[in-house]
């Protein structure tokens, strides 16, 4: 944790005034780091912290007035300052707003009416040119989220601070400590929800009491805990029980109504409750699910909030789950698709276990199709255990055409994943092939995902291997490095896969070339494999200083499966150091027809310039032709006038962002001077109006039937004037620039060769109208793609 907070010290205020945003979910200590700051600033240790003046710390959940200014006076207010001195501190922090610092904790607990006023304060308050700290759990959805500048993501403990904290929680007993710490490490649930800080609290405070089972979902978690705090509460006051199932039935009534009251209280967005509103539950308000604030000892009647907001929402889910009145189809949908009862549906489906069917059934008619939403489902199913009739109701929701795209369907950013979120997809893949009819087809992972849920990808690889109706599969193998051989062994036991798409490791730290190589080539030399792609960035801090870490040996260890029709390349230096080890082979290659390099950054590295160069050669001069070529690397320009001169290439995709106004110029003139040459397509991130001029020249004569030109920045795509004959048809244009997702590289290519594989069936019959319709159909599939990773004007030029 002091790794997180550090990171913040450095970096949160040390630019001008900004409003900055930091994210996390329940319990991860997004106050705790709020009140660390504060206190900081007040001792006056932190060097960022010195230059504020005032330190204003606002509990976004007690505010019930939407003006910043109310705000704040009520916080000047409640230190006792009289009226004068309230106005006084007020016109201060008007007048010097940049040695102001307002700490705004829990944006997702500002209740819903208040929340667009309060983003319209904000943003015409004099503390939006002060300094601002705003944390909020993911699911908000408030509109001041809008006025951030910056964000960062609280990502709770790592293991050795997890380690660490569990020490000096139990500094007196050492082998407690060893004792919770083994128990975790040899469970992977549990190590999964121990990484939350209040996760690790409950732990620990479970752990001196039960030393036996320990839970293994959220769920559990806080039933046993409150389970042990009802325990201790009757032996404090003389009346042990001995059944531990009685524990919880003896007061089950009495945390019903509990529960209603937190019920009303989120629906209120409130957190504090009068002791009146407690009054049928008089015993247990002293079990120590309540606690009073210290700081309203002075008032005669002392309101009561629950320990923490997340114990507030598992009674919710409680009553929910066990009350009459709770548990009905029409308090779901209130609840389902409410973003401020996203902790609530987690316990809910939890309790509900195998009564959760009417849950998830509700789910898939109130969803809204976002990944939240996913995220949710994956979190409800793996806290009730699913069973196989639950799979069953929401596994449709998850799969497009046969298609589980595990990327884009969840909200993937480290911290808001659900627990093992890979292992219950796992178990829904499993789920679906022992079904009579099996629907999901392909399944797709990117690194970052697996990568955050390593065990669960393993588990994931596992079920893989046995499915038989997969046929394009696409995964990371970088997160599994370490058991490589075992995991090409799972891969290419299935028969079913004809696509495949890695992201493979190279130059790992844990690997050699040679024993990469070999386990690449065992996947790859599935007989039923077709088509593959293969992703490789090594480290960019290596890159220039570092020779190729191969020998001789290592190079024949590499193999191309015999049947391969097609092949794909993405990456940097390493991707052109893997074309070099099998270019040869691809030069021999009987069946391989079309060869994608998507090779980047070459220019700043001469190395990746010359293996690139060279391999193209040899691999050129084995065979004449290259069906489909797509380079997207700043050095082509150099490389293209040569490759078209000695080879013969149908379609070209050409990346000529960082061509040089002379070098597209030659590239364009090499282009209109070849013989074989079809489509292509020019995409451009900066000098889309020069790729334009330019592109205009293509279609005049020479073979060339259409030209698409894809452009990141709307406003530079002036249309070029048109020969009669040359039609032209949008496929996405939009007014927004959209910054570049981290999956963009891979989408981009995907998406080309969907495109060129459309274009390439259209143009047997070379009818006009056959490739409007093309590219009418790819204005519904592809163009959302490339939408959504930022490329947001295309348009193809083609003889009509
Ligand atoms: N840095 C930390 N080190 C150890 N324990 C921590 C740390 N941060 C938080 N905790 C523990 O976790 C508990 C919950 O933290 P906190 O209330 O700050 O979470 P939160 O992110 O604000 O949750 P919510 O979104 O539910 O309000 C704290 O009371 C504390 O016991």
Redesign the pocket.
């Known amino acids: 944790?002091e790794k997180?907070?550090s990171f913040q010290e450095e970096w949160l205020f040390d630019d001008g005034p900004s409003c900055v945003l930091v994210e996390?979910?329940?319990?991860?200590?997004?106050?705790?780091?709020c009140h660390k700051i504060a206190y900081d600033w007040a001792q006056g240790t932190i060097q960022s912290l010195k230059k504020f003046k005032l330190v204003f710390l606002v509990e976004m959940n007690k505010i019930s007035f939407p003006s910043m200014k109310d705000v704040i006076v009520k916080i000047i207010a409640a230190d006792e300052a009289v009226d004068d001195e309230v106005e006084a501190i007020w016109d201060f922090v008007s007048s010097n707003p940049e040695q102001i610092l307002v700490i705004m904790?829990?944006l997702?607990e500002v209740r819903s009416p208040h929340k667009a006023k309060m983003a319209e304060s904000f943003s015409k308050s004099p503390l939006r040119r002060a300094f601002s700290l705003i944390?909020t759990?993911p699911e908000s959805n408030c509109p001041l989220l809008r006025s951030c500048d910056k964000a960062y993501i609280?990502e709770g403990h790592t293991v050795e601070s997890l380690s660490k904290?569990i020490k000096r929680y139990f500094r007196e007993d050492r082998a407690s400590a060893d004792g919770l710490l083994q128990r975790i490490r040899s469970n992977t649930p549990l190590s999964g929800i121990a990484l939350n800080?209040?996760n690790?609290?409950f732990l620990c405070a479970l752990w001196e009491d039960i030393q036996g089972a320990l839970p293994a979902t959220l769920t559990q978690l806080y039933s046993t805990l409150i389970e042990c705090l009802v325990r201790r509460y009757f032996e404090r006051i003389g009346q042990p029980c001995s059944e531990a199932e009685l524990v919880l039935a003896d007061v089950r009534n009495v945390l019903v109504t509990l529960g209603q009251v937190a019920f009303k209280g989120l629906e209120e967005n409130r957190m504090v409750f009068q002791e009146p509103e407690l009054e049928d539950i008089p015993n247990l308000i002293h079990v120590g699910l309540l606690a009073q604030d210290t700081w309203a000892r002075r008032l005669s009647q002392r309101p009561w909030r629950f320990l923490?907001?997340?114990i507030q929402e598992y009674l919710t889910a409680y009553y929910l789950a066990e009350s009459e009145q709770g548990f009905t189809v029409e308090q779901f949908a209130k609840v389902i698709p409410n973003p401020d009862m996203y902790m609530v549906c987690i316990f809910l489906a939890g309790l509900l276990k195998d009564r959760a069917h009417y849950f998830f059934e509700t789910w898939t008619e109130v969803r809204d199709k976002s990944e939240l939403a996913n995220n949710l489902c994956l979190s409800c199913l793996y806290e009730c255990a699913p069973h196989s009739e639950l799979v069953e109701i929401v596994l449709p929701s998850f799969v497009d055409d046969g298609s589980f795209d595990v990327t884009t369907k969840l909200k993937n950013r480290f911290y808001n994943i659900p627990t093992n979120y890979l292992a219950t997809i796992s178990t829904m893949l499993h789920s679906d092939q022992k079904h009579s009819d099996p629907f999901v087809t392909a399944i797709v992972v990117d690194r970052w995902t697996a990568a955050s849920d390593v065990p669960g990808f393993r588990q994931l690889l596992r079920t893989i291997g046995v499915c038989k109706t997969l046929q394009h599969i696409s995964l990371p193998l970088f997160p599994v490095a370490c058991d490589l051989q075992s995991m090409s062994s799972v891969l290419h036991a299935n028969h079913s896969v004809s696509s495949i798409d890695l992201d493979i490791p190279l130059r790992c730290k844990s690997m050699p070339v040679h024993e990469i190589n070999m386990a690449v080539s065992r996947i790859l030399s599935s007989d039923s494999l077709r088509k593959v792609r293969l992703s490789m960035f090594g480290s960019s801090r290596q890159k220039h200083d570092r020779p190729p870490s191969f020998s001789e040996d290592d190079l024949r260890t590499l193999k191309l499966g015999a049947f391969l029709s097609s092949l794909s390349l993405t990456g940097n230096t390493s991707a052109a150091l893997f074309l070099h080890l099998i270019s040869v082979d691809v030069g021999k290659h009987k069946t391989l027809a079309a060869l994608s390099l998507n090779i980047s950054e070459t220019e700043k590295d001469p190395l990746c310039s010359s293996l690139l160069s060279s391999s193209l050669e040899t691999i050129f001069k084995q065979r004449g032709t290259v069906n489909k070529l797509l380079l997207s690397y700043g050095s082509a320009s150099l490389v293209v006038p040569t490759i078209l001169r000695t080879t013969a290439i149908k379609y070209l995709i050409l990346d000529v962002s960082k061509f040089p106004d002379q070098d597209l110029c030659d590239v364009i003139s090499a282009l209109n001077r070849s013989k074989s040459m079809e489509f292509v397509v020019l995409f451009s991130e900066v000098a889309a109006s020069q790729v334009y001029a330019n592109a205009g020249k293509l279609l005049h004569k020479g073979p060339i039937k259409a030209v698409g030109l894809l452009s990141r920045f709307p406003h530079s795509c002036q249309s070029p004037s048109h020969k009669p004959g040359v039609k032209r048809m949008t496929l996405i244009a939009s007014d927004q620039y959209v910054p570049t997702s981290t999956k963009g590289a891979k989408m981009l290519q995907t998406a080309f060769e969907e495109w060129f594989d459309e274009i390439s069936r259209a143009d047997m019959k070379a009818q006009s109208d056959v490739i409007t319709s093309a590219l009418d159909t790819l204005k519904f599939q592809t163009c959302p793609k490339l939408a959504s990773i930022g490329w947001n004007h295309f348009e193809v030029w083609y003889k009509a």
């Open positions: 944790m997180s907070y996390g979910p329940a319990g991860i200590g997004k106050t705790m780091l904790d829990g997702d944390t759990r609280l904290f800080p209040l690790a609290v923490h907001k997340t």
